[in-house]
């Protein structure tokens, strides 16, 4: 993948992102011809138009060489690493809009956006209302800055021929819902087999840490847990059309 354009600095580390398959140009040939489904005509596009980083996994020297590079990038990284750093930048090479955006505490998602040589932080209302509306179209009459944000994320999404950015943005949005689901389960599902291992007491009643449950509880809590579970999967599946390699520790916060 060879970039133009911007400094040497830049190019070279998005040549080593893209090399260690953190970086992915989904508007080119080659992606296309890999992914797009060869039932349907593959289109005619520009190459590079967007660029997706994973940056789940930049840390250390990379990430002090990324925010070298992109001092602004801070407003969505620490400058050591945290598990709510940003998970995924989007970059439209064209309009020069760029989305930050990753899981922060209880695993919300938090998106900033590049605007005006700055990144504006969005209150999670607004990114909940902007993917529950299914990205409707913003009135431009509108001149709020909350409105001003939800139409800067509808340009950056109507730019976007594949639909690979609101995928993103709403894949991400809701694995951050179903991991904090889980995570709010009570006891464990290691929890559960343990019981079931001890067996009930003469009363069929079992016990997890003082709390008497009845083997209808064991089953409707172990089926809680797979449901969000496979709720957790099912995001994650899409969001590794972009990224295949990325699982469920690289998102999840534990900053419960």
């Not at 133009?4 to 260690?20: I, M, N, P, Q, Y």
């Not at 909940?128 to 944000?149: L, P, Q, W, Y």
């Not at 730019?159 to 995928?167: A, G, H, K, N």
């Amino acid at each position: 993948m060879n970039f133009v354009g911007g400094t040497s600095a830049v190019r070279t580390l998005f040549e080593e992102l893209a090399k260690d398959n953190l970086l992915v140009s989904p508007y080119t040939d080659k992606w296309i011809k890999t992914n797009f489904k060869k039932s349907k005509p593959i289109p005619n596009v520009d190459n590079g138009e967007i660029i997706f980083i994973n940056a789940s996994r930049i840390y250390g020297d990379r990430l002090t060489k990324l925010l070298k590079i992109f001092p602004k990038f801070s407003s969505g990284f620490a400058t050591e690493y945290t598990t709510t750093n940003t998970d995924f930048i989007s970059i439209n090479l064209k309009t020069q809009q760029i989305i930050l955006m990753g899981l922060g505490r209880s695993d919300r998602i938090h998106v900033h956006i590049y605007r005006d040589g700055e990144f504006d932080y969005l209150d999670y209302d607004e990114v909940e209302e902007f993917v529950n509306d299914d990205f409707e179209t913003i009135s431009e009459s509108d001149k709020t800055a909350k409105s001003r944000n939800l139409q800067y994320l509808q340009k950056f999404c109507e730019s976007d021929r594949f639909r690979l950015v609101p995928d993103l943005f709403e894949s991400l949005y809701y694995f951050g819902v179903s991991s904090f689901e889980f995570a709010s389960l009570p006891h464990s599902m290691m929890d559960i087999d343990e019981a079931r291992g001890n067996g009930p007491n003469e009363d069929g009643i079992f016990e997890i840490d003082g709390e008497e449950l009845s083997e209808e509880d064991l089953d409707e809590l172990e089926s809680s847990y797979e449901e969000a579970a496979n709720d957790c999967k099912s995001h994650i599946r899409k969001i590794q059309l972009l990224f295949p390699k990325i699982d469920e520790g690289d998102l999840i916060t534990g900053a419960y």
